[in-house]
């Protein structure tokens, strides 16, 4: 088959071990980004199977329709609203995907909420730069840790906080909390009061369109001065603009940030790294070496499968029935 992987930044994918199980196909790997219909359908013009980096490229029904010779999209991880599943099933395009363990954005996350709460970068820059102590940092033992979310990713975090002696305690829906309390967590008493009292607050929502701008501007006006707020999830759980305003204002503090809204950024483009108070990092959660061979060793064995005839991991089944 006709394999284009649009977004592979670090060139990497090839050094994969998995690559092995593209041996015999015809792939064409690129390291950049490009956004928009024309430039997407030039790049997938021949392809009959795209592999997708998580989320980087978008692919609607409007470019679906420039792409008469597609016939699968392999999906590394889970399938999010960056690609329209029923506009491909619709055009007889099969879907794949497979799963991530979490252990990747959970272990990043954790590691962002240290590097913040002793500045570590700001004191590594300094001492680069010929200067030494800058900074008096803050432990995290018998500090407050906030989890907002109590999935695979959040139970993992809610765990770590337990480990280094946070009071750790959960918010989120019906269900998250539930399981939150059999593996003995607090629940917050209130929205409010997990805002208000939570010394470290870390996101771990999945986006979807009731999620979208959950955190708002009166929560983050409710954070503690000395309050760090997380997110590894998605940019946009947090209305828009609020966050740098709440930065600006000083509630909450400090913000670490691994996602944005419209990603690359190039250029420092975005107004969160003209911020002395937040720790910006470039979308590292699911970037590890582990994590990218499992990611891509599932889509490239979905795609085998599907050129042998033997299709698997298919989230619309009945595409197979439209035919191509």
């Not at 002793?118 to 800058?134: H, M, P, S």
């Not at 483009?269 to 990218?292: I, K």
């Amino acid at each position: 088959m006709r394999i284009v992987i649009p977004d592979d930044y670090q060139d990497i994918v090839r050094r994969l071990d998995c690559w092995q199980l593209l041996q015999g196909q015809e792939v064409t790997v690129h390291h950049d980004t490009v956004k928009g219909v024309d430039a997407l359908a030039e790049r997938f013009a021949q392809a009959e199977a795209i592999v997708l980096t998580r989320e980087r490229s978008v692919i609607t029904a409007a470019l679906l329709d420039r792409l008469p010779q597609l016939r699968i999209i392999s999906q590394t991880g889970a399938v999010a609203a960056h690609l329209d599943v029923a506009a491909c099933t619709e055009r007889g395009i099969a879907v794949a995907a497979g799963e991530g363990a979490g252990t990747a954005t959970a272990e990043l996350a954790w590691g962002l909420i240290l590097a913040s709460a002793r500045r570590l970068v700001d004191e590594a820059n300094r001492l680069k730069g010929g200067q030494w102590q800058g900074h008096v940092g803050y432990k995290l033992q018998g500090r407050r840790l906030g989890v907002w979310s109590y999935g695979r990713i959040g139970k993992r975090v809610a765990e770590y906080g337990r480990a280094f002696g946070m009071q750790v305690w959960v918010w989120g829906g019906p269900d998250s909390t539930a399981r939150a309390r059999s593996d003995g967590f607090e629940v917050a008493p209130s929205r409010d009061a997990f805002f208000e009292q939570t010394d470290v607050l870390s996101l771990q929502i999945r986006l979807s369109p009731t999620s979208r701008g959950i955190v708002r501007r009166e929560d983050l006006a409710r954070m503690k001065p000395s309050a760090l707020i997380v997110n590894t999830s998605r940019a946009e759980l947090i209305e828009p603009g609020a966050l740098v305003d709440a930065l600006k204002a000083g509630r909450p503090g400090f913000a670490a940030v691994d996602t944005f809204e419209d990603e690359p950024i190039l250029g420092a483009s975005h107004p969160l790294l003209a911020l002395p108070n937040a720790l910006c990092t470039p979308h590292l959660g699911f970037v590890e070496q582990d994590n990218y061979e499992n990611y891509y060793g599932t889509a490239f064995r979905n795609i085998v499968a599907f050129a042998a005839g033997t299709p698997q991991g298919l989230v619309n089944p009945e595409a197979l029935s439209r035919g191509r």
